[in-house]
């Protein structure tokens, strides 16, 4: 029963995650000169209608004696569903700024979508049931979930443009890869931390949450490892192999942020 009263805030989360991971590496490959206009425009949209998603979620989320049920901070909480609004119409604008011919304009853009993105997941990270709400580890999670999220999601867009320019280099789709090879690499070294602290003690007195553990590490985390490393290896010989790589990649990756912002809403653990 708690885990589906958390179920509204823990999407609306992981849909912020997928919106700022792939704003952020469409601006870096931008920023490197290595991103098709097009795939700008498609991750864009994606991007906006991910942080659309998360508003529509906003009242369906937890509040009240249901809030407190589960150890949520309600004052965070609603704030956080306030900032949905803001990320997506910053998200919206950028999608906006893909179909004008200003590069500064889109990065400016990004930048301020980026930095709404953050704040939102850190108002989201106060509200866990915890008796430190500015843990830094905790603040670090879902950045790094939104890196690796979102980030495969721009990579598996992004191996769709070799179809129609099979004559561009493999580079963008390697560098895409790779961003999300860094990002999960820091995920786990987080996940170290936390259970070494003995944050994840907690966890294994239910099934449920030894579940969603397993998910996260086995899944979400080695799993995605090894699919970004097998696509940043192929893209060099076959990009559309690669690009199938990171379909499964993505789904590996988003199965690990559920599970994982279950666990961070439940028992306030960064993993």
């Known amino acids: ?12 989360v992981v849909l912020v995650e997928l919106a700022l991971g ?3 590496v469409s601006w870096f490959l931008e920023r490197r000169g290595e991103a098709p206009g097009g795939f700008l425009k498609l991750v864009a949209g994606v991007d906006a209608l991910a942080a659309a998603a998360a508003v529509g979620l906003a ?13 949520l901070d309600t004052g965070p909480l609603s704030s956080f569903g306030q900032s949905l609004a803001l990320v997506a119409v910053l998200m919206t604008a950028q999608l906006v700024f893909t179909f004008v011919p200003a590069k500064n304009l889109r990065n400016v853009g990004a930048v301020l979508a980026m930095a709404a993105g953050v704040l ?10 915890t008796q430190a709400p500015y ?15 979102g980030g495969i999601d721009a990579g598996m867009l992004l191996g769709h443009w070799y179809l ?13 890869a790779l961003v999300v090879v860094a990002a999960v690499l820091l995920q786990l070294g987080l996940v170290a931390v936390t259970y070494a602290r003995g944050d994840l003690v ?33 893209a060099r010989m076959n990009t559309q192999s690669s690009t199938g790589l990171l379909y499964v990649g ?22």
Do not use: C, Y
């Open 250 to 271: 993505l789904g590996t990756a988003l199965a690990g942020e559920i599970s994982a912002r279950v666990l961070f809403f439940l028992t306030g653990a960064a993993v």
């Open 135 to 149: 843990d830094v580890f905790a603040l670090l999670a879902p950045p790094l979930g939104a890196l690796a999220l």
């Open 59 to 71: 009242p369906a989320l937890p509040r009240g004696d249901a809030a407190a049920k589960i150890g």
């Open 202 to 234: 907690g966890t294994t007195s239910q099934i449920g949450l030894v579940v969603a553990l397993g998910i996260r590490i086995g899944v979400g985390l080695f799993m995605t490892l090894g699919v970004a490393l097998g696509g940043w290896w192929t």
């Open 22 to 24: 792939g704003t952020f």
């Open 164 to 176: 129609v320019t099979p004559k561009l280099s493999p580079a963008p789709l390697q560098n895409a």
């Open 1 to 12: 029963m708690d885990t589906i009263l958390t179920l509204p805030l823990v999407l609306a």
């Open 120 to 129: 939102a997941l850190g108002v989201a990270t106060v509200a866990r049931p």
